[in-house]
C-alpha cells in the first residue's frame, strides 16, 4: 500500500497536484502547538487546504466567481465593493491560470513543450493579477471598469 502511494505521488494525477499531506503523515515529527485546541483546528484548515488538487481548486474558484460576481454588480457603486473587487482580483487570475493549464496537460504535447506552456501560463497568471489590482488599487475597480462599457460616454462639453 505504501510503496502504491508513493509511486502514486511519484508519478502525479492526472488534472492534480501530487497530495501533500500524505508526505506530510510519513514524518514523525509531532508538534506541541498541535496539542492545542487552536492548533488542531489549524491542522485541519491547512491538511484541507493542502488536499486541494487543481480541478479543486478549479471548482472552488467557480463557485466563488458564481457567489461574488452578482454580488459585485449589485454592491457597485459603494464602499462596500471593494473587498468583492479585491477578491475578484485573485479569483479571476486563479481560475484562468488553471484552466488554461488543465487545457495545456490536455492539449500539448510531454516533454519541453508542454513545460514552456505551462511557463507561459503562469508568467501570464501573475500579469493578469498584476493588471486587475493595479485596476482595484489606482483605478475604479474591475466591477466599476467593467459597468463602465455599458455606460454612455459623458457628453464634451465645448
Not at 488534472?15 to 483546528?41: C, F, M, Y
Not at 493579477?129 to 471598469?145: A, F, H, Q, R
Request: glycine letters at 8%; aromatic letters at 6%.
Amino acid at each position: 500500500m505504501l510503496a502504491r502511494q508513493l509511486t502514486i505521488l511519484a508519478r502525479g494525477y492526472r488534472h492534480s497536484l501530487p497530495v501533500i499531506s500524505r508526505v506530510r503523515t510519513l514524518s514523525t515529527n509531532t508538534s506541541k502547538v498541535g496539542d492545542t485546541e487552536a492548533g488542531k483546528a489549524a491542522g485541519k484548515a491547512v491538511t484541507g487546504f493542502l488536499d486541494m488538487n487543481i480541478t479543486d481548486v478549479h471548482h472552488k474558484a467557480n463557485i466563488a466567481l458564481a457567489v461574488t460576481t452578482p454580488i459585485a454588480f449589485v454592491l457597485s457603486p459603494s464602499m462596500l465593493n471593494y473587498p468583492i473587487d479585491i477578491a475578484l482580483g485573485f479569483i479571476i487570475p486563479v481560475h484562468s491560470g488553471v484552466s488554461m493549464t488543465m487545457v495545456a496537460q490536455d492539449y500539448v504535447p510531454r516533454g519541453t513543450a508542454r513545460s514552456a506552456a505551462k511557463v507561459l501560463i503562469c508568467l501570464l497568471t501573475f500579469v493578469t493579477g498584476y493588471g486587475l489590482m493595479k485596476v482595484n488599487m489606482c483605478g475604479p475597480g474591475i466591477t466599476e471598469s467593467v459597468k463602465s462599457l455599458w455606460r454612455k460616454p459623458a457628453a464634451k462639453e465645448e
